[in-house]
């Protein structure tokens, strides 16, 4: 799913966290469930939509990222203080196979060696498995534009609620 999906469920958690929790258990439970949080949210996104490539001739959907990256982005201006554990976290698995590992790959790639270099690093992978493992069931909604609504209930739900334990 989004960003901003990651980011809500990871300030519930902080907030749950550090409501009910003495130092450091706070600090370390935020950090377990909001990596957790990631890769079950992941399997989720097959009922969204949520094409693995870029479909930039697609008007749909161009304007749903301008959308969802915006308020991914105003979700983390809004939240990174004092959410930034959280946050971090529950997005350490994009930061990482997304921003560090994918453009090493290439980098890699680019100089000679084997293109699989670096593969077995992915988080991902173990989103992947949970996925395969447990919600081999569920649809696959990742090229229906109807993805869209529930993504977005699932953004208002998760709002709610943090407005209701806040
Ligand atoms: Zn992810």
């Given at each position: 799913m989004e960003a901003i999906t990651h980011n809500l469920i990871a300030v519930i958690i902080q907030i749950l966290c550090f409501r009910y929790l003495l130092f450091p258990l706070n600090i370390i439970f935020t950090i377990f469930f909001a990596y957790l949080s990631h890769l079950f949210v992941d399997v989720l996104s097959?009922?969204?939509?949520?094409?693995?490539?870029?479909?930039?001739?697609d008007k749909f959907w161009v304007i749903w990222h301008v959308i969802i990256y915006s308020v991914s982005i105003l979700s983390i201006v809004i939240l990174?203080?004092?959410?930034w554990i959280g946050i971090l976290f529950a997005n350490i698995i994009d930061i990482w196979d997304w921003f560090i590992l994918r453009p090493l790959q290439s980098k890699k790639a680019k100089s000679?060696?084997?293109?699989?270099?670096?593969?077995?690093?992915?988080?991902h992978k173990h989103a992947d498995w949970i996925g395969e493992t447990f919600f081999g069931w569920l649809p696959n909604?990742?090229?229906?534009?109807?993805g869209v609504i529930i993504e977005v209930i699932l953004i208002i739900l998760l709002s709610i609620i943090i407005i209701i334990i806040l």
């Open positions: 097959k009922l969204t939509y949520h094409t693995p490539d870029v479909q930039k001739d990174i203080v004092p959410y000679g060696n084997n293109p699989n270099w670096g593969q077995k690093w992915y988080l909604w990742k090229y229906k534009y109807f």
